[in-house]
T-cell receptor
Framework: EPEVTQTPSHQVTQMGQEVILRCVPI?????FYWYRQILGQKVEFLVS????????KSEIFDDQFSVERPDGSNFTLKIRSTKLEDSAMYFC?????????FGDGTRLSIL | EDQVTQSPEALRLQEGESSSLNCSYT??????LFWYRQDPGKGPEFLFT???AGEEKEKERLKATLTKKESFLHITAPKPEDSATYLC???????????FGKGTKLTVNP
């Protein structure tokens, strides 16, 4: 069964450094998403992306965040200058409309 | 503000002991309600979509139902492999984001 794949599974970064999280969505999907889950809290929406542009974003998704689909298969989330509070699990999801299918996440640890 | 509340937060069952998980929601213009299963260290795994009050979906030992204010996930004769956190999420018309509840952590003892 096709699945969303995310790399790396765990990323450790110094505060203030840039980090890029990578995702390969399911091949025939056209809608892409990023969510995050801080330990012990709800899964929270960050951004949705369709037709090479952001279609919706949350208040969390400020100027420090950006997304890109650099080629026909990858979808990336960049955090320009990481803060301690960015430590969380980051999930990528994709869909052909509904439902959204999730990857297994990248655990981001900011030191 | 759209809200999703799940109860209980945690539930322990003996193998074969049936029960139900609750998801209550307040959202204007519900487009869909989704149930996901999440295993430790993994991403949410899609289970069901419900669109309108009265709708029911079934898969193996799981059955999801929907009313205008809440959804139930019924687990019949659970097995230890059903142990996981079950997440409820809603999507409203005009938006693409899922709004999640905190989940119910289910433990099924053999």
């Amino acid at each position: 069964e096709p699945e969303v794949t995310q790399t790396p599974s765990h990323q450790v970064t110094q505060m203030g450094q840039e980090v890029i999280l990578r995702c390969v969505p399911i091949s025939n999907h056209l809608y892409f998403y990023w969510y995050r889950q801080i330990l012990g809290q709800k899964v929270e929406f960050l951004v949705s992306f369709y037709n090479n542009e952001i279609s919706e974003k949350s208040e969390i998704f400020d100027d420090q965040f950006s997304v890109e689909r650099p080629d026909g298969s990858n979808f990336t989330l960049k955090i320009r200058s990481t803060k301690l509070e960015d430590s969380a699990m980051y999930f990528c999801a994709s869909s052909a409309g509904q439902p959204q299918h999730f990857g297994d996440g990248t655990r981001l640890s900011i030191l | 503000e759209d809200q999703v509340t799940q109860s209980p937060e945690a539930l322990r069952l003996q193998e074969g002991e049936s029960s139900s998980l609750n998801c209550s929601y307040t959202v204007s213009g519900l487009r869909g309600l989704f149930w996901y299963r999440q295993d430790p260290g993994k991403g949410p795994e899609f289970l069901f979509t419900l669109y309108s009050a009265g709708e029911e979906k079934e898969k193996e030992r799981l059955k999801a139902t929907l009313t205008k204010k809440e959804s139930f996930l019924h687990i019949t004769a659970p097995k230890p492999e059903d142990s996981a956190t079950y997440l409820c999420a809603v999507e409203k018309g005009g938006s693409e984001k899922l709004v999640f509840g905190k989940g119910t952590k289910l433990t099924v003892n053999p």
